[in-house]
C-alpha cells in the first residue's frame, strides 16, 4: 500500500515538506517494485533514496544548528543510523537478496514516526528562526533600495 502525502505529514516547514513528499515518491517507487520484482529499478531507486536523504539530512541538520535546536545532535544520529540500515538494504540487494517487503516496511514506519514525532519536535523552533532571518533581510533591503536609488 502506498504512502498518501497530506496534512497529517507536514511539519509546516515548505521546504522540508517538499523533500518529505519526495522520499515518499521513492518509498511509493519500491513499493511498485514490491510487485513487479524490478531488480534493477530497486537498485536504482535505493541509490536515488540514499543519496537524496543524505542531501535532505544535511540540510535539515543545517537548518536545526541554525535556530539553535538543542538536540540537533541526537536527530543527527538517527539520521546516521538510517543511512546504515538504508546502505545495508543495499548491500542485500546488491548481492540479489529480495528485501523489498522488509525494507518497504522499515521504510513506511520509519519515515512516517521520524517526522510526526523528531522532525515536528523542532520545527517550531525552526519556524521562528526562518521568519526572523527573512525579517531581518528584509530589514536590510529596505534602507539600501532607498539608499541607493535616493
Known sequence: ????WGPELEIGIPVI???????VE??????????????EQLL??????????????AFEESLMEEAGYPFVK???????LFIRRVEDFQ????AGE???TELLTVLKTWLVNHIKRDDKDYSDLVKVNMHDAERRVKAQKGPWFKRLFA
Open 1 to 4: 500500500m502506498t504512502i498518501k
Open 44 to 57: 536504482n531507486v535505493l541509490n536515488e533514496l540514499v543519496d537524496y536523504t543524505l542531501s535532505h539530512f
Open 98 to 100: 529480495d528485501i523489498t
Open 74 to 80: 541526537a536527530h543527527s544520529k538517527v539520521h546516521q
Open 91 to 94: 548491500t542485500r540487494a546488491v
Open 26 to 39: 521513492y518509498i511509493n517507487i519500491v513499493d511498485e517494485v514490491q510487485h513487479t520484482h524490478n531488480q
Open 17 to 23: 515538506d517538499s523533500q518529505h513528499a519526495r522520499i
